[in-house]
């Protein structure tokens, strides 16, 4: 609006500001809107049709440097859809807040009209005489009144004037000086904008482009809040939050996937599909925002982010299921959804809960990325589709110790991440086509805890059917009956080597602290042996593997033992989820995923 359109700027009046045409500003909005759209759709085919065809029918350094070439063609259209769309709003959103005030001016010059008052050129308003005098009784003297842009910097003066119309006069000319003043605000805050969205000169997109582009995503969400985000339903629930998706027009949703990538792919009840073209967008401005810092926890999530990226450009490999990203964050210590199948049309769809030491790093992208996708390929082998997730939707405890301090494992993060899992499952249940989809909630360590957390929230975890808990230190309750699905219903895997599953209650006896917080596991094992004779108290409650407490036990492997070739060992706390080491745990997973529970194999509970 600002120079040759003539707009807003420091010299803006009431009258320019009233012949504004927004109609222009949104046309040009929706030309941008259309460069971004055919970006979109070439990249699509570049990922979806070209890069497939070469990597599965070509082999050679000819067709690897092709596919290198379009990756990167890829790339480019990429952040072309995300800074044309960046342009697509700030265009509407300038329009949006214009003609908000336009509206304001419009109501303030038909009341002057309807007084027979007079605007003046410089907002002023002149009134005529009204009342009657004390003295004389003649009317009072007309005057003229000054808007004043921001009425709340002004004390009031305590006199009235007697002219009742000398008021009336004043609240339109304020609502005319504070309409051009917001105006003129809004032009020189998207002007700043789109002078800032502007790409390097050449052909590549290098690194530091998204780290600007990271920025001008910033910088436009804030400026539309008013526009766009104010609107997005955060508050609302999943089955609310999927019909208000469903109800936007294509445009709206254009502009909310190119501006709010990072709400709206992670807003539960939202489709799978969208959601991850979401957050495949806010991965590449994460990586961005990142690689302009230095510290070390920005290093470690950018590996982490990387990783990922480089997970979902390869593409799924022959026999596995396509990868869907559900969840993106470097909020905390980071955030992850991440899918092996679509949970909008699986018939069964299962969520594992990582634990203590989780956090947003490579060794996450790598190991527990890979736990969900191998569960998926031996769950889908049992009939119906299955999806399988990895949910690292909160903040587990950090131990630089690892085993050695579980003490810092207290409930509060179980908690706030119960909390946070119940919500993601009830937006996995709202966005599942499918009318009664079978749903497995998994707690893997401190996960179990999560898990446990989830099922005493209110209403317990929306659509799940079974509970499965490994290496599990407790979860919170002592009874499977406390979970909310039925006792037959809840699962529990737990190694004989596996010392997590061992430790003894924090309540019973100091020795059990002192135990966990300085002899290690081996002296918290030898210690659960001393004080806990009945063996089912463990340190989140009642040990899930006992006969107390009343679950279904399957059969798992042994893992190491403790204590081995002279050091402690503790991997048998971690092998659960690994199909060419603990074979039986990872079938029975898929056995209770695929809603084949009657076929796992039981083991005798503690």
């Known amino acids: 609006m600002s120079g040759r359109s003539g707009g807003a700027g420091s010299g803006l009046t009431w009258s320019v500001l009233r012949e504004v045409k927004c109609a222009e500003l949104e046309q040009a909005a929706d030309g941008w809107g259309r460069v971004s759209n055919r970006a979109d759709a070439a990249r699509d085919r570049i990922e979806g049709q070209l890069l497939p065809g070469l990597r599965d029918t070509q082999r050679g350094e000819a067709p690897d440097a092709a596919v290198r070439g379009l ?19 700030t265009l509407n959103s300038l329009a949006h807040e214009i003609k908000t005030q336009q509206r304001v001016l419009q109501g303030a010059l038909d009341d002057a009209a309807a007084l027979r008052f007079t605007v003046h050129a410089d907002g002023s308003v002149t009134y005529p005489a009204a009342g009657e005098g004390l003295v004389d009784g003649k009317p009072l003297a007309g005057g003229t009144a000054s808007g004043v842009p921001n009425p709340g910097m002004v004390p009031p003066s305590g006199l009235v ?59 436009v969400r804030d400026a539309a809040r008013g526009y766009l985000r104010d609107a997005i339903p955060h508050d609302a629930s999943p089955a609310e939050r999927k019909a208000w998706w469903a109800g936007l027009t294509d445009e709206q949703r254009e502009e909310y996937l190119a501006v709010y990538p990072d709400r709206i792919g992670n807003l539960d009840g939202i489709p799978a599909l969208v959601r991850d073209a979401a957050n495949r967008d806010n991965l590449q401005l994460l990586m961005g925002k990142l690689e302009g810092r230095d510290d070390d926890d920005s290093a470690t999530k950018l590996a982490a982010l990387r990783e990922i990226d480089r997970q979902l450009r390869a593409g799924p490999k022959a026999g ?179 010392v997590v599953t061992k430790l003894p209650s924090k309540a019973e006896s100091v020795l059990g602290t002192v135990g966990v917080g300085f002899g290690g596991p081996a002296a918290a094992y030898a210690v659960g042996d001393l004080v806990d004779r009945r063996d089912d108290d463990v340190w989140f409650g009642r040990d899930p593997a006992s006969e107390a407490f009343g679950a279904r036990r399957f059969e798992v492997g042994d893992g190491p033992f403790l204590i081995g070739k002279g050091k402690i060992d503790v991997d048998a706390h971690s092998e659960y989820f690994d199909p060419e080491i603990d074979r039986a745990s990872v079938e029975n997973m898929a056995l209770i995923t695929a809603g084949h529970a009657d076929k796992i194999k039981r083991e005798e509970p503690r």
């Open 71 to 89: 990756r990167q063609l890829g790339m480019n259209f990429q952040y072309i859809y995300t800074e044309c769309g960046l342009m697509r709003t």
């Open 320 to 498: 596995e299921p396509p990868m869907y990203l559900l969840g993106i964050g470097d909020q905390g210590n980071g955030r992850a959804i991440v899918s092996y199948g679509n949970p909008d049309t699986a018939r069964n769809v299962a969520a594992y809960v990582p634990g203590l030491n989780t956090s947003l790093d490579k060794e996450f992208a790598e190991g527990d990325l890979k736990r969900a996708r191998d569960l998926s390929i031996v769950a889908n082998r049992h009939g119906a589709p299955a999806a399988v997730i990895t949910w690292l939707g909160y903040d587990a405890p950090q131990s630089p110790d690892g085993l050695r301090s579980l003490a810092v494992a207290v409930g509060g993060r179980a908690e706030e991440g119960g909390k946070a899992f119940q919500e993601f499952m009830g937006g996995i249940k709202a966005a599942n086509g499918r009318e009664d989809p079978h749903m497995t909630a998994i707690g893997h360590s401190y996960g179990s805890r999560t898990v446990g957390g989830a099922a005493q929230e209110p209403g317990g975890i929306p659509g799940v059917d079974e509970i499965v808990f490994v290496g599990s230190p407790g979860v919170g309750v002592d009874s499977a009956d406390d979970l909310g699905v039925g006792r037959d219903h809840v699962f529990v895997g737990a190694a004989a080597n596996d």
């Open 161 to 219: 004037a007697p002219n009742p119309n000398a008021g009336k006069a004043q609240d339109i000319a304020d609502r005319v000086a504070q309409a051009v003043r917001a105006a003129a605000d809004a032009d020189w805050r998207y002007t700043r904008i789109l002078r800032s969205l502007k790409a390097h000169e050449g052909l590549g997109v290098p690194v530091a482009t998204w780290t600007d582009a990271a920025a001008d995503a910033a910088a």
